[in-house]
């Protein structure tokens, strides 16, 4: 398998066709995976945006106010305020804002990045990023899959790493119940998220800086013969970690 970045990619603006710039840079071939950073997906659509966009009410005043106890830092109650709206539910207020973004993604301030985002203050995650990867797959030259990928930190562990937030034209996850491991034991629970391990691959060679390498061809990775399917963000039923959070801040 490679991970092959697509070079020379411009400044993404407002309006930009993703799909024609990567056809022009690089040869697709039918098996490839396109992985697109969502920043620049944000950017081709229109998801920069500016502080003052947001004046703050007062439950993202009280929110900036509780931050800002907390971590002793300044707080822009307009940053809240964006938080709050790109939100569909606030699941931790202290020291740091997570939340479950309109699309079901649960991530640090509802993910809205202010790195990368030349002439803007913000730039909002897409608004429906399956819907933004399908489209860019519409307009490939080839039918490859397209993941759209997102840095995002974790739970329990340092150090943040590249997630898929949205994704067409491939399954979300690998299915190995039902298969056997070396000893002949049936697999019973492993259901592998590969859209979110070709993404931390991807991630790995997009860099987070300055490198300009938005956009990664996975080449030569195979599906396999599994079962596949498209759950990716758990509903609250089936999240434990999710429902042990709630009954810890409401306590
Ligand atoms: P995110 O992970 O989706 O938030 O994206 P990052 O801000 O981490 O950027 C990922 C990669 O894309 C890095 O290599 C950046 O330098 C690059 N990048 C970001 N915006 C642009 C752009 O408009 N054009 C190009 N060519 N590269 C960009
Ligand atoms: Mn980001
Ligand atoms: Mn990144
Ligand atoms: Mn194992």
């Known amino acids: 398998m490679q991970a092959l970045p697509v070079p020379d990619l411009p400044e993404i603006r407002e309006g930009d066709d993703i799909a024609a710039l990567v056809d022009e840079r690089i040869d697709l071939r039918p098996s ?3 992985a697109v950073a969502s920043t620049v997906v944000s950017k081709a659509t229109g998801r920069t945006a500016d502080l003052d966009d947001f004046p703050a009410d007062d439950r993202a005043r009280s929110v900036a106010q509780r931050l800002e106890d907390a971590t002793g830092d300044e707080k822009d109650p307009r940053f809240a ?3 709050l709206e790109e939100s569909e539910e606030l699941l931790i207020e202290s020291p740091f804002l997570l939340t479950r973004t309109h699309f079901g ?3 640090v301030n509802a993910g809205i990045d202010r790195s990368n985002v030349p002439g803007h203050d913000l730039l909002l995650l897409p608004e429906d990023p399956s819907e933004r990867a399908a489209e860019i797959r519409a307009g490939l030259d080839v039918d490859a ?7 995002c930190g974790r739970p329990f562990r340092h150090g943040q790493r590249g997630v898929t937030i949205g994704w067409a034209g491939m ?3 690998r299915d190995w119940r039902g298969e056997h491991d070396r000893d002949g034991r049936e697999l019973g629970v492993t259901v592998q998220s590969v859209v979110d391990e070709l993404a931390a691959t991807a991630n790995l060679v997009a860099g987070e800086g300055a490198g300009g390498t938005p956009v990664v061809v996975i080449r030569d990775w195979d599906f396999g013969e599994h079962g596949g399917s498209d759950e990716l963000f758990r509903d609250l039923d089936g999240d434990f970690v999710q429902q042990a959070l709630r009954q810890w801040s409401y306590e």
Do not use: E, N, R
Not at 145 to 151: A, I, N, S
């Open 105 to 107: 993604h649960i991530t």
């Open 171 to 173: 399954p979300a996850s």
């Open 81 to 83: 305020q964006a938080v």
């Open 145 to 151: 899959p397209v993941l759209v990928t997102d840095t």
């Open 32 to 34: 490839d995976i396109v």
